[in-house]
């Protein structure tokens, strides 16, 4: 099937720092992409719906300027988390659709991302 | 606005068979998905189905969908150690480029 990675898979920061995740469709274009978050004990709850060569669509309560995403080709999409928090600290998922009729979509193996 | 509800956990012992079961509340779902996911890793595609079937069967994997009831079940057969995990439903509304929304998980403990 088609994979889809993340990197890093772990990372710890700074409070007041910038980190950059990083979501790359390994065998196939996906021209959508998604950025989930987790919380221990939780659903996915989707944070943006990234497109290649435009805008982010973020859900509402998702701060667009802390949260920036880029989709810069078929095969990546990036999530930065600006100014981080501790209350940033989670599980963060991408998924990518394969093509713009696939109805699978294919999740990387998360980030989990700990702000100190 | 859209709803997914699942029960959050189910025991069974390993040769049994699980059923897990998930509500939703919106009939226009047109696709519903099961995934799995492990400790720590990310959500693996188990299966799916299209609102307009009542049933598909895939190895130990047979899912149920009930369109008048809005319900959707998966059932393990032969259940094993290796399937103890999270599992989550989750429907979509379209085909073109539309996220999931998920329910919040049911942890599967498969005791030998």
């Known amino acids: 099937g088609a994979v889809v990675s993340q990197h890093p898979s772990r990372v710890i920061c700074k409070s007041g720092t910038s980190v950059k995740i990083e979501c790359r469709s390994l065998?196939?274009?996906?021209?959508?992409m998604f950025w989930y978050r987790q919380f221990p004990k939780q659903s996915l709850m989707l944070m943006a719906t990234?497109?290649?060569?435009?805008?982010?669509?973020?859900e509402q309560g998702v701060e667009k300027d802390k949260f920036l995403i880029n989709h810069a080709s078929l095969t990546l999409s990036t999530l930065t988390v600006t100014s981080a928090h501790p209350e940033d600290s989670s599980f963060y998922i991408c998924?990518?659709?394969?093509?713009?009729?696939?109805?699978?979509?294919?999740f990387g193996p998360g980030t989990r991302l700990t702000v100190t | 606005g859209e709803d997914v509800e699942q029960s959050l956990f189910l025991s069974v012992r390993e040769g049994d068979s699980s059923v897990i079961n998930c509500t939703y509340t919106d009939s226009s779902s047109t696709y519903l998905y099961w995934y799995k996911q492990e400790p720590g890793a990310g959500l693996q595609l188990l299966t799916y189905?299209?609102?307009?079937?009542d049933m598909k069967q895939d190895q130990r994997l047979t899912v149920l969908l009930n369109k008048k009831d809005k319900h959707l079940s998966l059932r393990i057969a032969d259940t094993q150690t290796g399937d103890s995990a999270i599992y989550f439903c989750a429907e979509t509304f379209s085909q073109a480029g539309t996220a999931l929304i998920f329910g919040k998980g049911t942890t599967l403990s498969v005791s030998s």
């Open positions: 990234s497109n290649e060569g435009s805008k982010a669509t973020y």
């Open positions: 998924s990518a659709r394969a093509g713009t009729g696939g109805l699978e979509q294919y």
């Open positions: 065998d196939f274009q996906a021209t959508t």
């Open positions: 189905i299209f609102s307009n079937m």
